[in-house]
């Protein structure tokens, strides 16, 4: 299996445009985790789902975020509009939960917002 | 809600020095503990980690680290950190009662002087 996909690896953009981060899981998992990265705030939650279906976005910051998953081979983080200090890089991860097994990480997306 | 402490943010340390990172977790219940390094520019990857057993835990790189449950702690040691070692190490945990959610601690920096 190739790992986690994250698509785009790095993306720059201005402030106030909509930004798609996409994420395709470990082919099987069936539990799916955006994470933020910054400086600051270090490493945080923003949303997960189970089957398809996201548990818990009480880490997403504020309603320019978006999550979805359509389907279990894929999942998209959107933010719409963007600030500069959405700057950060954005983790995706995947994980079976029926086995007991750690979180597989995505090589994450570098976001800068000028 | 399970949470996870790191202590120490910032470590330096020369080589053939011991290592010995500090975590601590929330929940009384069931756990599974994980750590994680993220060498620089690069994604999370799995150290070691306990579910049940031996709770002294050996992973990889001649890292381990010790499940010791009356005090909720997890930490991590190398007996001789190397320059490459180098990173941020993450410790996370997953509750028994938290569904598959995955909740990490803040990180240590640590930094080894050749």
């Known amino acids: 299996d190739a790992g986690v996909i994250q698509s785009p690896r790095h993306e720059v953009t201005e402030m106030g445009q909509e930004v798609t981060l996409r994420c395709k899981p470990i082919?099987?998992?069936?539990?799916l985790f955006w994470y933020r990265q910054t400086m600051m705030r270090g490493l945080e939650l923003l949303i997960y789902?189970?089957?398809?279906?996201?548990?818990?976005d009480s880490g997403m910051p504020e309603d320019r975020f978006s999550a979805k998953m359509p389907n279990a081979s894929f999942s998209t983080l959107k933010i719409q509009p963007s600030e500069p200090r959405d700057s950060a890089v954005y983790f995706c991860a995947s994980r079976q939960s029926t086995v007991s097994t750690e979180a597989f990480f995505g090589q994450g997306t570098r976001l800068t917002v000028v | 809600a399970q949470s996870v402490s790191q202590h120490n943010h910032h470590v330096i340390l020369s080589e053939a020095a011991s290592l010995e990172l500090g975590c601590n977790y929330s929940y009384g219940g069931t756990v599974n503990l994980f750590w994680y390094v993220q060498y620089p520019g690069q994604h999370l990857q799995l150290l070691l980690k306990y579910f049940s057993g031996d709770p002294l835990v050996k992973g990889i790189k001649g890292f381990e680290a010790e499940f010791i449950k009356s005090k909720f702690s997890f930490n991590l040691r190398k007996p001789s950190v190397q320059w490459s070692d180098t990173a941020e190490y993450f410790c996370a945990v997953n509750a028994g009662n938290a569904g598959n959610m995955l909740t990490f601690g803040g990180g240590t920096r640590l930094m080894v002087k050749p």
């Open positions: 082919s099987g998992h069936n539990s």
């Open positions: 789902f189970n089957n398809n279906v996201p548990i818990d």
